[in-house]
């Protein structure tokens, strides 16, 4: 290792070398499972810097793993096989908006709700709207296309890039698209490197998609005594000519710890309840309001609330985003999961996650994007009971085989990263994982970018301990 | 030759087997240049028979040319290098529906229009609407990622596909994505194959989102007394919190082009007109139509035309649909571009477009999707006047060099294929082209796959005649 640390000084100022055990250790995990010492951290701020870390991992066969923020859920950033880690949050941060264009081009270290923010003071919008927005970088959010709750009427990330600049795994400054809404010249590389977890290089620049803001929102909550009437009313609503930008689920465990955690006067006593947000022009949205209560009313919901303030919308907003904190509270360890399922099907998969909770005696809570049949199981336990987990491991590994079953997939929004990598033949078969290692192998051939990520390695199975 | 069609009858059925001089001069072509005589044309009706093909294909190094119906304008299907055109065209139609699931699943040889024929039984939109939807198959769309007006709000054919079942250039069936509308599973081959002109594999199915129909649309024609002030009108609407559903531009030759056509009554005193269609719900239309008329007479527009009837409507927009066939009884050949440049440099891009003109002394007629920067210049001129195409040809190239000088691309929509291989590298640069070819490579390492296009080959240069 020491030679390649000496090359390693000559193209990195030594203090944005971090090699103690300590530094080492702050890398060392995300917001999955697993810890793993990273040999060295480069904090990089400039492309030319890049390019010589890749350089020099070629030539010495030393992993890169790249890092934002680190809240990755699948464990995206994890140096699994140590190495570098190649730290792109201490990026210089630049928003450059341009109204006219309807774009903004940003740096990967700036904050993804920054972008929002910036957006809506030229009356615009950046539409992705992770749950993480405020803590997550852009650069994290580009990597493993992340979803969030707006996701179901203007799509995930990938949907609101245009343009990329990006240090390929070799070394080379590529750009890809560019600053038009359309381009069909040549492979989309952009698509196919937002989402490729890191393993296909590094984002220095993006430049995304901005889009008009809605004159209007109306918050809408929905309780319901049955959980699989809350499902119903998903799909009889996006079947009804109503596109809402928002449409979340929580089960009454989410709910009752909500209000143990931070008490907004959520109805503890549902089963389930539906969170809407509308958005459009004032006079459509009391239309397409008064449309909702009659589809909720029919399917026979418990309670339609609707907020009277703002203040209480924002209260509601606020509780749904109250949820990950507050199930944490519960027991020590959460599994977070994201698998999907066509949104007919949402019914079915509660009946399933309720059959997989008895069959393994685990605490299963689910909330999440019901909106597009992004549900977000969570599996609720203590990671150092190894009897428990063991039924946890096998319990999660059924939920990816249900949804599958359902013509679902792994995951919606969260990944694979080294958390799903086990099952990913499982839903794409040997042919498809084949088509997929063949980019890999021809962007990559030595492959020292953020290897042990995405394809599943010798032996490797889902594992839910730190150990 | 002779051994491979031995190979080949024994593999379809010979009444799908077309090798007569006739039938394969009528593959020879599309709506692009030049003309290029297959071996032989398979008629394939069945997975079975594509996987045959393409083992044969590899095993005797014959180039296979995936075929619609042929209505390309970049030169996709030519079979540049004879072999074999597979003609999709005569596979069984299916359109299954699943309104719930707010998707459906289509064979490659349904008409595009169909589809949308089909969803609005369901009160849903398939909302990408090229021109020729209505003579060109779905499986053409996804090969070249097609637009059309639409595609300003709702996005390209990329942006509702969801999944598909491909034959891999080896002879391998192949699952991407599926009926989630949210899907992270490793690499996203959906979007890397949609647009990749077919050149990585043949679509056999493909799964397409579907949207709630909008309730209402409103039509409006704004007409001008300079271009220029049609491009700024075409920028201050979009920042204006208003997004259309379509923006289209004609300019005075086109606009007098279609009166002597099929005459609808257009201003044709007009220097261009701007078309456009507000979507959404009657009582949002009557607000925003009333701030796109602020908007116009602010900017100096000679007319806004409100149409009175449904029925008038539809003439604005069939007008709108006749111009590429009134402006080709002009002159003998049209040449149509769509380089695509940011919004904001739609009047700039016109400019350059008039200097071209006069420059090279060609005719130049301009319209198109100009809400997202997509115009469509098309230059009229005779292919059989050498010494004018030429001209035409050098006006062309500098079209290309100053869309990407003004930070636009090649393509807006209509691909690569032939037609503009040889200008790839002048928007992508080397390493652009290079991390494309190798993924070419990766997966048709025998390049059976429709070669010849996008990759630019040794000494070819933009030919606009057929010799």
Redesign the interface.
Known sequence: MSHWLEDLKKAIPEERILTSLADRHSYSFDASFGEYLPEAVVQAKEKEEVVAVFKLANRYRVPVYPRGSGTCLSGGPLPVHGGIVLDMSQWPKKIDH??????VTVTPSVLTARINEEAEK??LMYAPDPSSAHVATIGGNLA??S?GPR?LKY??T??HVIGLEVI?PEG?????G????????????T??I???EGT?GVIVEATLKL???P?AVQTMMVAFDHVRKAGEAI?KT??????PSKMEFMDQACIVAVENFKPVGLPVHAAAVVILELD??P??LK??RKLVEEIMERIGAKEVIIPKTEEEAENIWHARKQVSPAIAKIKPTKVSEDA??????IPDFMDRLQEIKEKFDVEVVAFG?AG???LHPNVLCDKRNKEEMKRVELAVEEMFKAAIEL??????????GTM?APF?EL???E???D??K??????DPNHIMNPGK?FVEKGQRLVLTDE
């Open positions: 341009r109204p006219d264009d309807l774009t030229h009356g493993e296309n979803g996701g799509g995930v990938k949907d390929t080379e400054v590529m750009r890809t560019g600053g038009t809404i359309k381009n069909v010249t040549g492979y989309d590389l698509k196919l937002v989402g490729s296909l889009m008009p803001k004159p799909s996006l079947t009804s000519g109503i596109l459009g022009h006079e459509t239309v397409e999907t399922v066509p949104r007919s099907k994007h597009d049949g992004n013509g679902g997939t792994l995951s919606g929004e969260h990944g694979i799903k990913m839903e794409l078969g042919v498809g994982v088509m997929m063949r980019l890999k192998d021809a962007w995405i």
